[in-house]
């Protein structure tokens, strides 16, 4: 194989864990650009050797092998090299998201029990913040800081010399703290294998739009505290590709890679696909060397979608998967997205290769097509289960390999997977199951509606009644009244929303994700459920 030349399907067997893709790449192609960040470029050699020194840093600081450090801050390519640098000593990463309060940060530092805190520039004070809160608070490297306490001169002053530690493909290199939504955030144990083991048997599929060649670039735009962010981050180094790092997610600046870097894969949440589609310039931008979009992390109203295909003019893939995963397991092929609307635009889409699908009721049987039930799946993508937390893996992960998602769904006669949503969120209305995604879908193509999220609320006549939750377009007058009569023309009148409340805009999660539960504790205040 050329230097440049694209991978095979052997080749991936030489990568079983994060610290070999390093290797590999530095060996078969030392020369390209493996990361850039604003303005610096990093070689796959170079990568190599910086990953080398950081794991040696590790382990002269005192960390053990299995032992957790915690990154806080915005995305950077030193990142990188401090998860793929643990990862060759044997430590495991704990990206916490930026934007969480220094309470939520400070109990998952103590969570995890993070041995090492690198801090991003952004959140220096949140972070000095939330480690006041802990009894034994660990150090804090900060990533660009110049300084003895910066990451630079911590790494730099270690040898690059390979640590040569033995890693199995079954450690865990990776703890992502889910959304917390419900409850405590809890931290999914992924492993070397639980992250790469899928992709290479999805490469082995030869899927067009999962296929990577050598002038391939990404653009890693979505936050690594999540696995929208990390998880593409390692995809695109998998597979020898150029990753453009963006600090933050910036619609102006998405524009502007796509353009300048000539971004050939990048994946999106649905949120901010609508805010870059919106850009005045939107439609001037050449888009020559755009080959796909993948988006996911919540459903796409179909107006939303026909725009995007419009505008950008590439193949897209929807992508359906969770944290718990290592993220996508199910998706829906470029070839059944149609912007005329077809019934497989509906749908999550079809298993990756290697993941397997079923519906169950809540006595655990097995549905047939069409019946709506909770979503499982069992694969070597699935995490090998929660920090500490052996009775919530074991609610979750069945004994033989099954993981709950928590999505209620059914499938289609050809194995389509159609999401309906979270069990958690669907209403009961007069007896009747109401599932919000449906209503959303339905609300979102109102002209004069930018954005809307779904609730139940108490109802003396019904036990529940429908909310839609509104963020007009810019200019857009409050009229609820026309919201509900356009949503009633779109799906039957007792799922349709029966009144309308106005923000300015949703409130989010950093991975994108709708935080329907603060929406909702207003309207569930002095009661001890959510469920009326």
Not at 35 to 55: I, M, P, Q, W, Y
Not at 478 to 501: C, Y
Request: glycine share 10%; with cysteine; hydrophobic share 40%.
């Amino acid at each position: 194989m050329s230097n440049e030349g694209a991978l095979t399907s052997a080749d991936f067997d030489q990568m079983p864990t994060l610290g070999d893709i390093a290797r590999f790449h530095a060996r078969k192609r030392p020369d390209a650009i493996a990361l850039s960040f604003e303005g610096r470029d990093t070689t796959f050699r170079a990568f190599d050797r910086l990953t080398n020194k950081v794991a040696n840093a590790l382990i002269a600081s005192g960390v053990k092998r299995g032992e957790r450090i915690a990154y806080i801050g915005k995305n950077s390519d030193h990142y990188f090299e401090l998860l793929f640098g643990a990862a060759k000593m044997g430590g495991v990463t704990l990206p916490i998201g930026w934007r969480l309060a220094p309470t939520e940060m400070a109990y998952i530092i103590g969570d995890g029990e993070g041995s090492l805190v690198f801090v991003g520039p952004e959140v220096a004070d949140q972070a000095r913040e939330a480690l006041a809160e802990l009894k034994h608070p660990p150090k804090i490297i900060f990533m660009e800081n110049a300084g003895p306490e910066g990451f630079v001169i911590w790494r730099d002053s270690e040898s690059d010399t390979d640590p040569s530690v033995p890693i199995a493909s079954d450690d865990v290199a990776l703890q992502l703290y889910t959304s917390g939504t419900t409850g405590r955030p809890k931290g999914a144990m992924l492993s070397h294998d639980n992250l790469l083991g899928g992709r290479r048997e999805s490469v082995e599929a030869h899927l067009p739009w999962n296929e990577w060649g050598p002038d391939d670039v990404s653009l890693v735009a979505m936050p690594v505290g999540h696995i929208g962010g990390t998880g593409w981050g390692i995809v695109g180094l998998f597979n020898g590709a150029k990753g453009i790092i963006a600090r933050e997610f910036d619609p102006f600046r998405v524009l502007d890679y796509i353009e300048q870097d000539g971004i050939s894969k990048m994946f999106m949440v649905p949120a901010a696909l609508q805010i870059v589609v919106r850009q005045p310039n939107a439609r001037s931008v050449d888009y020559s060397r755009l080959k796909y979009i993948l988006y996911g992390a919540s459903p796409i109203p179909l107006d939303l979608l026909r725009e995007c295909m419009e505008v950008f003019g590439c193949g897209f893939c929807q992508q359906y998967g969770m944290t718990e995963t290592c993220g996508t397991i199910i998706y829906l092929p470029p070839e059944d997205h149609d912007p005329n609307g077809n019934q497989r635009m509906r749908a999550a889409g079809i298993p990756m290769p290697g993941v397997e699908i079923r519906i169950e009721d809540n006595e655990g049987n097995v549905l047939a097509p069409h019946q709506v039930g909770e979503v499982v799946t069992r694969s070597r993508a699935n995490m090998k289960g929660y920090w500490n937390l052996d009775e919530a893996t074991q609610k979750t992960i069945t004994s033989d390999g099954w993981l709950h998602t928590g999505d209620a769904g059914y499938l289609d006669e050809d194995g389509y997977l159609y999401i309906h949503d979270r069990v958690k969120d669907m209403i009961i209305s007069g007896g009747e199951n109401i599932y919000p995604a449906e209503v959303e879908n339905a609300v979102y193509g109102h002209p004069d509606v930018a954005e809307v999220a779904v609730i139940g609320v108490p109802d003396e006549k019904w036990g529940e009644a429908v909310k839609a939750v509104v963020a007009l377009k810019p200019g857009a007058a409050s009229d609820p009244e026309s919201i509900l009569a356009f949503a009633r023309t779109r799906i039957a009148a007792f799922k349709a929303p029966k009144s309308v409340d106005f923000v300015e805009g949703l409130p989010r999660n950093a991975s994108g994700k709708i935080l329907k539960r603060q929406l909702r504790e207003p309207f569930w205040g002095g009661k001890d459920r959510a469920v009326n």
